[in-house]
Every structure is written in structure tokens, then in C-alpha cells.
């Protein structure tokens, strides 16, 4: 069964500054995905980026990178520059596959980012 | 419309009340999926559809029911609730294809059980 962790709950930034959320997981699949979202205070989940587990390069898009270590199981996301609209939570995920064969996303307990001016 | 819409947006509903949660996707997609976040826990799925067709039911208890008529729609039929089921409930498709998970999200829908 697939499995994310993230170990902090609240962080801080000042604004322009940049930022490193945390996120581990445990997984047996030799294939797998890994997810950023972006939760803000009106409930949608927000797509941010995505690496593949054979992607030998970081994704990056825009300001945000995921530092993807795969033999420490970490895939953290960098957030540069940051802004006040990047307050929010946000939630790593892993792609996984339910008993009945479904595809499904396994989600982390989030971080809540608080930009400050 | 664009992305995935959800309907309504909140909800107050009484333990003997019968309501149901809509979601629509613009999208194309043909998987859709049913999501339960509670405060502070990590989001559950609840159910999830492929094609149409009911692929997963992760023993969800039978006081809610999921209906999907077409790969566009996707509903959340609510009946006898309890206080605990008072969550966002949130709607996801998917485009299923081998190596691709990427999930878009609807705004969600807040419930409360009173």
C-alpha cells in the first residue's frame, strides 16, 4: 500500500522569499507518480506538478520545482518568489492502484503555507 | 463551463433528509471520482468510476449512494446521515490512460449534518 507523509503541518514565508514543503512516501511499485496540489480557503484542489518516477529530471513549472529524490522517497516541492496568493494547503500525492483495479491517488495530510507580507 | 463543477456549494441538511451532490466535468474525461475531506485527516476516496461503470467502493457505508448516468455526470445521493459525515465532499475526473493519474478537481461541496 502506498503511503505519504508530511511532517509539517504549518509553515512560513515571507513573500519573495522561497520555500521547500516536505513530503516522503512508501510505496512497492517500480512505476508511480507524484503529485503537488494546492488547496486555497475556497476547497478546490489545484494541480501543480507532477513527476514520474522515471523522470531522471526534476519537474519544474513555473515557480514550482519538485526536488525528487527516489532513493530517500522524498519529493518535495520548492515554491520561489513567493506570493501572498500562494497561502494555502498543500497536499502531496502518489499515484496507486485500488483493490479493484481502479487508479486512484493516495494524498498526504497537507501543509498549511502562510505567505507573509 | 470549464474544469469540474460541483453543485451546491454548501448544504445544511437534518439527519432524515434526503439531498444529492451533482458534479459535471468539461473536460473529456472518463473516470470520476468521489472524495471525503474531514478536517485535519488526509482526503479518503469514496468511490471511483470508469466508463460509466462503478470500479471501486471503498467501503463506503450505504447511506450514500453514487449515480453516474454518463462519463460527464456524477452524482452523490445522501440519505439518513449522521453528524460524522460532515465533510467537503469533492469531485475529481481523470482521463484513464496507462502512467497518467493526473486528477482535476472540482470546488467541492461543504456539508453539514445537523
Known amino acids: 500500500a502506498q503511503k505519504i507523509t508530511q511532517t509539517q503541518p504549518g509553515m512560513f514565508v515571507q513573500e519573495k522569499e522561497a520555500v521547500t514543503l516536505d513530503c516522503t512516501y512508501d510505496t512497492s511499485d517500480q512505476s508511480y507518480g507524484l503529485f503537488w496540489y494546492k488547496q486555497p480557503s475556497s476547497g478546490e484542489m489545484i494541480f501543480l506538478i507532477y513527476?514520474?518516477?522515471?523522470?531522471?529530471q526534476n519537474a519544474t513549472e513555473g515557480r514550482y520545482s519538485l526536488n525528487f529524490q527516489k532513493a530517500r522517497k522524498s519529493a518535495n516541492l520548492v515554491i520561489s518568489a513567493s506570493q501572498l496568493g500562494d497561502s494555502a494547503m498543500y497536499f502531496c500525492?502518489?499515484?496507486?492502484?485500488?483493490?479493484?483495479?481502479?487508479?486512484?491517488?493516495?494524498f498526504g495530510k497537507g501543509t498549511k503555507l502562510t505567505v507573509n507580507p | 463551463e470549464t474544469g469540474v463543477t460541483q453543485t451546491p456549494r454548501h448544504l445544511v441538511m437534518g439527519m432524515t433528509n434526503k439531498k444529492s451532490l451533482k458534479c459535471e466535468q468539461h473536460?473529456?474525461?472518463?473516470?470520476m471520482y468521489w472524495y471525503k475531506q474531514s478536517a485535519k485527516k488526509p482526503l479518503e476516496l469514496m468511490f471511483v468510476?470508469?466508463?460509466?461503470?462503478?470500479?471501486e467502493n471503498n467501503s463506503v457505508p450505504s447511506r450514500f449512494s453514487p449515480e453516474c448516468p454518463n462519463s460527464s455526470h456524477l452524482f452523490l445521493h445522501l440519505h439518513t446521515l449522521q453528524p460524522e459525515d460532515s465533510a467537503l465532499y469533492l469531485c475529481?475526473?481523470?482521463?484513464?490512460?496507462?502512467?497518467?493519474?493526473?486528477?482535476?478537481f472540482g470546488p467541492g461541496t461543504r456539508l453539514t449534518v445537523t
Open positions: 500525492a502518489m499515484s496507486g492502484i485500488t483493490q479493484g483495479g481502479s487508479e486512484k491517488l493516495v
Open positions: 475529481a475526473s481523470s482521463q484513464h490512460v496507462a502512467g497518467s493519474y493526473e486528477q482535476y
Open positions: 473536460l473529456g474525461h472518463n473516470a
Open positions: 468510476y470508469n466508463f460509466k461503470e462503478q470500479t
Open positions: 513527476q514520474g518516477s522515471y523522470d531522471e
